[in-house]
């Protein structure tokens, strides 16, 4: 199993402000995913994050509007920036079990509230 | 994205048994999952199915995957007011990357 730890666990922003999301696992991972959970909604792929190379987003997710990093093969972060209201959501960092049968393992998330 | 749908709502008595289905597009899913999100809480992995496999069994659940129509179900016995959550389909496709459909509320009468 692995063991994510993500900060901020919550915060209030305001409109036109960013935030960045950090994401740390406690052991070395190839890649690292990001996701959100709109309210009442399922999980969205953002983009897939990989050490040494640019993340690759999903349709709808622009590096403007969410750039990642990832310096490392336990840390990444994500950035939501010029948030408006509808950026509100719990954002989710996650990765995979090594033996690679796919068990996500979920960060407890951020919740952002975008004012 | 993939696309990954499963029905909104299901609503069993206790004691009877769930099937909540799910339908998937992406012909390359490797692996397919049934997680649980119970209300404010986090995702638990249920059980998952490799995609060259009809069937798995797991306790009270059953999985049962017809990949040539890509459709998944799980089958819960028994079902106990516990199980009351938000049961997620989701697909692992060739380039590891995972798809979640909509969720499907299970509500639980007693």
């Known amino acids: 199993s692995a063991v994510i730890s993500q900060k901020p666990s919550r915060d209030i922003c305001q409109r036109g402000t960013s935030l960045t999301i950090q994401c740390q696992v406690d052991?070395?991972?190839?890649?690292m995913f990001w996701y959100r959970q709109q309210p009442g909604q399922s999980l969205t792929l953002i983009a897939t994050a990989n050490q040494g190379s640019e993340a690759t987003y999903e349709s709808g997710f622009v590096i403007d509007k969410f750039p990642i990093s990832r310096p490392n093969l336990t840390f990444s972060t994500l950035t939501v920036s010029n948030m408006s209201p509808e950026d509100s959501s719990i954002y989710l960092c996650s990765v995979e079990d090594r033996s690679n049968t796919g068990e996500l393992f979920f960060g407890e998330g951020s919740r952002l509230t975008v004012l | 994205g993939e696309d990954v749908e499963q029905s909104l709502f299901l609503s069993v008595r206790e004691g009877d048994s769930s099937v909540i289905n799910c339908t998937y597009t992406d012909s390359s899913s490797t692996y397919l999952y049934w997680y649980k999100q119970e209300p404010g809480a986090g995702l638990q992995l249920l059980t998952y199915?490799?995609?060259?496999?009809d069937m798995k069994q797991d306790q009270r659940l059953t999985v049962l995957l017809n990949k040539k129509d890509k459709h998944l179900s799980l089958r819960i016995a028994d079902t106990q007011t516990g199980d009351s959550a938000i049961y997620f389909c989701a697909e692992k496709n060739n380039f590891n990357k995972f798809y979640f459909g909509s969720g499907t509320k299970l509500n639980v009468k007693p």
């Open positions: 199915i490799f995609s060259n496999m």
């Open positions: 052991s070395q991972v190839t890649m």
